[in-house]
């Protein structure tokens, strides 16, 4: 019984790419170690910006500092 843990950013992600991450992810589980898709499980774990870090910062404060960035040039 496959399980996979997907842990993205929260942040404008739809239903319907979820939706399309879980069947593809499913899809390739099958197609390539023959994994029965009913006994397949995904987990779309969806983390706030301000808990998840990145080069010693949250990744709310690293997107500001692009913003920031992009609007200087």
Do not use: C
């Amino acid at each position: 019984m496959p399980f996979v843990s997907v842990r993205i950013t929260r942040d404008g992600v739809t239903s319907e790419q979820k939706a399309q991450v879980i069947a593809e992810i499913t899809e390739t589980l099958e197609r390539v170690l023959k994994k029965d898709p009913h006994l397949t499980h995904i987990v779309i774990e969806e983390v706030d910006t301000d808990n998840w870090g990145y080069a010693g910062i949250t990744t709310t404060q690293y997107r500001k500092q692009l913003a920031e960035a992009e609007g200087k040039s």
